[in-house]
């Protein structure tokens, strides 16, 4: 079914799902605060419209935050008008877009898109939705030139709360690895050395085994029980402490190390010492 998708903002996000939505036989109507990105897309085929109140129906926007669709859109008549906004913002930004938008007429559909311009449209590359459930269906099969589509919920600010989630998770983990890299190579150590054993601490994270710690720490968060005798949480601060003091000694930064140290110590101090690790979370919650 060909659908007529007006794509907002034309960044290496946006640029590339106006692509993928041509590609997939849509007629494709594109537009950008500043004129000129839309040369290639307009030879395959788009209409480059000279303002967004041209748009049609679906609006897929994606821009470097949510101020930019205020900006865009404020004096745009957005009566019948389906908005899918992937842009990133916090949760709260999105519960107000989505009142904002209802305000005028239209419909927020807010996404958390999972992969960079290379993954758009690629197997694996999907989105976390939310907004109303039937607005995503009747959308669905359009969407999917871009990514798969994975549903989180009613609530708009759900689509952020995954993403960022997912984001942080991305983010610390690789810059973790950039911490124990840095502390290899301090010691002559090659990053290419390091490297078969952050994969085996990394999948044996995510994995079934013995240091399968996402399922055990995800089984304990649901029960909110942090059983600790085999590794106890005071053995892991005094451990962290063990770790400051290797990148201190190497003369390199320990920042990210630091804040765990603290952390750690935070929630031993709070009495919970002889639990395991997982009860971290608490303090997490409780800042
Ligand atoms: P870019 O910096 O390449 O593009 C930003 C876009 O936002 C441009 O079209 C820009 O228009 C527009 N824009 C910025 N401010 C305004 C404004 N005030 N009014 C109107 N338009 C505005 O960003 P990306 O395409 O890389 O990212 C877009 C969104 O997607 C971001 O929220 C990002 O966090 C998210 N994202 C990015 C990923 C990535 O790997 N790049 C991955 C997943 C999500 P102009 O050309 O006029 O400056």
Known sequence: MTTHVTVIGLGAMGSTMAEMFLKAGHQVTVWNRTPGKAGALVALGAHEASSPAEAGELLVISQLDYQAMYDS??????????????????????????DWVAARGGVLVTGGIMVPPPGIGRPGAYTFYSGPA?????????????????????DPALAMVFYQSQLFMFWSGLTAYMYASALAQSAGVAP?????????????????????????LTAEFEERSYPGEANSLHMQ????????????????????????????????AEGRGAEGLGTVIESIKKP
Do not use: C, W
Not at 239 to 265: Q, S
């Open 73 to 98: 859109l404020g004096d745009v008549d957005l009566r019948g008008k389906v908005l899918v906004n992937l842009s990133s913002d916090a949760p709260s930004v999105l519960r107000e877009a989505s």
């Open 237 to 268: 601060a005094v451990g962290m402490g063990h770790v400051v003091h290797a990148f201190e000694e190497a003369g390199i930064d320990a920042t990210l190390p630091v804040a765990l140290k603290r952390l750690f110590e935070r929630a031993d």
């Open 134 to 154: 039937e607005v995503v269906t009747r959308h669905t099969e359009t969407l999917k030139a871009i990514s798969d589509v994975t549903y989180v919920g009613a």
């Open 192 to 216: 290419s050395q390091l490297l078969p054993f952050a994969q085996e601490t990394f999948g044996g994270i995510a994995g079934e085994g013995p240091m399968g710690f996402l399922k055990y």
